[in-house]
């Protein structure tokens, strides 16, 4: 059963820094690429960042600079280290495959930005 487990948010202050961690399954995340997407409440669910099996990393404009996304092949984990939070990071934080084709979503975690 594929699963993905997110973790690692909180409440923070803005300007504060948070790091996400998603765990999957072995054999979906040896073989793709990663994401993690953000939904704020009453919104879509955004993708914020990804990064390829090789490590080649992409991000949304808004987040250029103060995320940054990272894996560990051999734990089947990915990270989403966020510095220089704004309230407008806030939201629940969502781990997936990029592009169209998705997993079943997980839990999620929550991040509040505190202004």
């Known amino acids: 059963q594929v699963q993905l487990v997110e973790s690692g948010g909180g409440l923070v202050q803005a300007g504060g820094s948070l790091r996400l961690s998603c765990a999957a399954s072995a054999i979906i995340f040896r073989t793709n690429a990663m994401a993690w997407y953000r939904q704020a409440a009453g919104n879509q669910r955004d993708l914020v960042a990804s990064i390829t099996r090789n490590g080649i990393t992409n991000y949304v404009d808004a987040v250029k600079g103060r995320f940054a996304i990272s894996r560990d092949n051999a734990k089947n984990t990915v990270y989403l280290q966020m510095n220089s939070l704004k309230p407008e990071d806030t939201g629940v934080y969502y781990c997936?495959?990029?592009?169209?084709?998705?997993?079943?979503w997980g839990q999620g975690t929550q991040v509040t930005v505190s202004s």
């Open positions: 997936n495959l990029p592009g169209n084709t998705l997993l079943a």
